[in-house]
């Protein structure tokens, strides 16, 4: 995935508060790269992400994610309850990629580095792309929602009636009527 590294943002200390939000400073986050640090005094823990704080004990190292319609990281601690809420004064790192989108639709002989295969790397494996990559976009917009998403929760994926096929031929660009 096209992007680029961030690495130990400082995002604020806590106040020991329930339900701290704390927000990561580029927009674009690729949400499975995100690493969280807490360093209170001597101690250093990573916490975990979860998509909801509804499971998360008063005792788990747990926060969850959103991200606003500005496609900025918004990140939630718990409040003691569902989610431990981390201690006074611990100071919040994360590191983190960001990108994709339309940027990684980079031109050919740019992808030169083989990611996650140590095998082929020690074979002195060389890679290129020898085309331009394409199929990156970017989020959709509120209004692009707004517009189609009657339709896809009228035909939920499926053509049944004439009506069905006519909302599912909708979504496609070009066509109108």
């Not at 949400?31 to 005094?41: A, F, M, Q, W």
């Not at 100071?91 to 031109?107: C, D, E, F, L, T």
């Not at 074979?123 to 085309?131: F, M, V, Y």
Request: proline fraction near 5%; hydrophobic fraction near 35%.
């Amino acid at each position: 995935k096209q992007g680029q590294s961030i690495k130990n943002e400082i995002l604020g200390q806590s106040d020991h508060s329930p339900n701290q939000v704390f927000q990561l400073a580029q927009p674009q986050l690729l949400p499975d790269s995100l690493k969280l640090i807490l360093e209170h005094g001597e101690k250093t823990n990573e916490w975990f992400r979860q998509d909801n704080l509804v499971y998360s004990r008063s005792i788990d190292e747990h926060f969850f994610l959103q991200l606003d319609e500005n496609d900025i990281a918004h990140i939630y601690f718990g409040d003691g309850a569902y989610g431990l809420i981390p201690p006074k004064d611990a100071r919040i790192k994360a590191s983190y990629r960001v990108g994709g989108g339309i940027h990684g639709n980079v031109p050919a002989n740019r992808i030169t580095v083989i990611a996650k295969a140590p095998q082929l790397l020690e074979q002195a494996a060389k890679i290129t792309n020898e085309k331009q990559a394409s199929g990156g976009a970017g989020r959709e917009s509120i209004q692009h929602a707004v517009k189609f998403a009657p339709t896809i929760f009228k035909s939920r994926y499926r053509g049944v009636t004439r009506e069905d096929y006519a909302a599912l031929a909708k979504k496609f660009p070009g066509v109108a009527k």
